[in-house]
């Protein structure tokens, strides 16, 4: 069956939360059960503040969260993380069982109880001020799954991009053609390398593997727009 895509665009700057619908059922027993009827299982990407949308949007398409995965550990994709893991648990999109949280093992540090002075670094880094991340904080709770490049989590393949943050990866569902970029590929550019973890030499390389993709691939990024990988194939010599 064809996935679904939805997005919101959350926070000050505008981060793209999205929701890719799949059809593995939350308490499988082995792969030769069937998915409950009625249940939509989703992954979250990147919920990157304002959780009550995020968590009204959820139940308006009547979607529970198997996944969240984050494509990077900065704090515009992963604020709203602590209300939407709270409200799985209290049972806001009608399962007990709560969404596995997955990031890469290099930006695991976002994540956890020493998470709150990583982010603060990153944002003064950025030229803000802590304050803001101060005024928004919330314990955030452990990764469930560290990621690997190649593994398979859901209906991606894991594809690690480092550059924009030493943790930076892509979830690439192959068959579908479908790429979540997070802030390493946009439309016509590529995210920033100052920041702490960032590497403008790895950034290049990852832009190269990621455009050697099949060119009808979909990319949906971090911020902005969608655009195609054959789209972005000229983005290193132009």
């Not at 793209?16 to 979250?44: S, T």
């Not at 994709?77 to 007990?96: M, Q, R, T, Y």
Request: charged share 25%; with cysteine; hydrophobic share 35%.
């Amino acid at each position: 069956m064809d996935k679904k895509i939805e997005r919101l665009i959350v926070g000050a700057i505008g981060t793209n939360c999205w929701f890719y619908q799949f059809h593995e059922a939350l308490n499988k027993v082995n792969e030769a059960d069937e998915d409950p009827p009625g249940v939509q299982i989703c992954v979250v990407i990147d919920p990157g503040e304002e959780a009550e949308r995020i968590i009204s949007k959820l139940q308006e398409l009547n979607w529970i969260p198997g996944y969240i995965l984050l494509t990077h550990g900065h704090f515009d994709h992963l604020a709203a993380l602590p209300d939407l893991v709270n409200a799985s648990a209290k049972g806001a999109f009608g399962e007990n069982q709560l969404p596995k949280i997955g990031i890469h093992r290099m930006d695991a540090h976002y994540l956890g109880k020493d998470a709150l002075s990583a982010h603060r670094e990153s944002m003064r880094a950025a030229g803000g001020s802590a304050a803001y991340v101060d005024a928004l904080w919330k314990s955030m709770p452990d990764a469930d799954i560290l990621f690997e490049d190649g593994d398979t989590i859901g209906p991606f393949r894991i594809v690690h991009i480092p550059g924009h943050t030493r943790g930076s990866v892509g979830f690439y569902d192959e068959e579908n053609a479908v790429l979540f970029s997070g802030d390493t590929l946009f439309r016509g550019n590529w995210g920033r390398t100052d920041l702490p973890g960032g590497d403008e030499e790895e950034i290049y390389k990852s832009l190269k593997r990621l455009l050697s993709m099949e060119s009808e691939t979909v990319v949906y990024p971090g911020h902005g727009p969608n655009t195609k990988i054959g789209n972005e194939a000229r983005l290193l010599n132009g």
